[in-house]
T-cell receptor, first 112, second 113 residues
Framework: QKEVEQDPGPLSVPEGAIVSLNCTYS??????FMWYRQYSRKGPELLMYTYSSGNKEDGRFTAQVDKSSKYISLFIRDSQPSDSATYLC????????????FGKGTKLTVNP | DTAVSQTPKYLVTQMGNDKSIKCEQNLGHDTMYWYKQDSKKFLKIMFS???????INETVPNRFSPKSPDKAHLNLHINSLELGDSAVYFC????????????FGPGTRLTVL
């Protein structure tokens, strides 16, 4: 079993839809959970991060972490064509040099 | 003003050749990384340097050798290139070790023929 599993999609939605992106993981030591967005032919950029369990909201984006289920989600409300990108979850455990472990990414297309 | 830059952007070469990719960051960060993203978009860390010291060295063939001449630069040299080395290589930096926000460069698309 891979440490981080993410459905690669692709996911295609109409503009204005609510999008739900998810990852599951197996390493219970993971404490920090991130979502990166990667536009085509660009490097990833950090969208949001959360520590341990709970929710975090930033504009149209909400990140949720359920450590008991080892499951994280990113919700995008009122999706826009500019949200079309690949979304990668990433996580790491607490520690001085712990690496980020990425999911495979979900490719999202928002159609106008 | 580019934060993390990589050269070259594209690299097409024959099997068996040796090539280098250069990375520079102007963010004043202490930590730099090399990642490999394969054709299925899977992004995996290869190396990490903190203040020129190697701190993460994943299971990578020893044909890959990183070098950090100073904390603003991290280069990647690859010897005896193989077909399976074809991928996009990303350099990234973060302010400190284990900062969650890593700033990625634009990537170097390596194709080995």
């Amino acid at each position: 079993q891979k440490e981080v599993e993410q459905d690669p999609g692709p996911l295609s939605v109409p503009e204005g839809a609510i999008v739900s992106l998810n990852c599951t993981y197996s390493n219970s030591a993971f404490q920090y959970f991130m979502w990166y967005r990667q536009y085509s032919r660009k490097g990833p950029e950090l969208l949001m991060y959360t520590y341990s369990s709970g929710n975090k909201e930033d504009g149209r984006f909400t990140a949720q972490v359920d450590k008991s289920s080892k499951y994280i989600s990113l919700f995008i409300r009122d999706s826009q064509p500019s949200d079309s990108a690949t979304y990668l979850c990433a996580m790491r455990s607490q520690g001085g040099s712990e690496k980020l472990v990425f999911g495979k990414g979900t490719k999202l297309t928002v159609n106008p | 003003d580019t934060a993390v830059s990589q050269t070259p952007k594209y690299l097409v070469t024959q099997m068996g050749n040796d090539k280098s990719i250069k990375c520079e960051q102007n963010l004043g960060h202490d930590t730099m990384y090399w990642y490999k993203q394969d054709s299925k978009k899977f992004l995996k860390i290869m190396f990490s340097y903190n203040n020129k010291e190697l701190i993460i060295n994943e299971t990578v063939p020893n044909r890959f050798s990183p070098k950090s001449p100073d904390k603003a630069h991290l280069n990647l040299h690859i010897n005896s290139l193989e077909l399976g080395d074809s991928a996009v290589y990303f350099c990234a930096s973060s302010a400190r070790i284990s900062y969650n926000e890593q700033f990625f460069g634009p990537g170097t698309r390596l194709t080995v023929l």
